[in-house]
Nanobody, 116 residues
Framework: QVQLVESGGGLVQPGGSLRLSCAAS????????MGWYRQAPGKQRELVAR???????NYADSVKGRFTISRDNAKNMVYLQMNSLKPEDTAVYYC??????????WGQGTQVTVSS
């Protein structure tokens, strides 16, 4: 069983920045593809950004150029740097991990609120 624990959410003004972190409890973290998803009230959960075990990344169109996903395999960590935040980025952000065709693992989520 893999546990994922997010941190770094909070309240920020439009145009501000936040950095989300996700700690994974697995010694084979490096072979997991990791991702950040978000779910706003009344909406479906959506992919924000993803990074493969090889370091390839992809982003939702709505966050391209503003968000950056990265990973530190030595620390079993994945990060989401969020810049130029907008009110529509408000959501609960979830960390996700998957190894090949195995099960998806999810964190408990961290709230990000963008408001003046």
């Amino acid at each position: 069983q893999v546990q994922l624990v997010e941190s770094g959410g909070g309240l920020v003004q439009p145009g501000g920045s936040l950095r989300l972190s996700c700690a994974a409890s697995t010694s084979i973290f490096s072979i997991f593809a990791m991702g950040w998803y978000r779910q706003a009230p009344g909406k479906q959960r959506e992919l924000v950004a993803r990074i493969t075990s090889g370091g390839s990344t992809n982003y939702a169109d709505s966050v391209k150029g503003r968000f950056t996903i990265s990973r530190d395999n030595a620390k079993n960590m994945v990060y989401l740097q969020m810049n130029s935040l907008k009110p529509e980025d408000t959501a609960v952000y979830y960390c996700n991990g998957v190894r090949g065709l195995g099960p998806n693992y999810w964190g408990q989520g961290t709230q990000v609120t963008v408001s003046s």
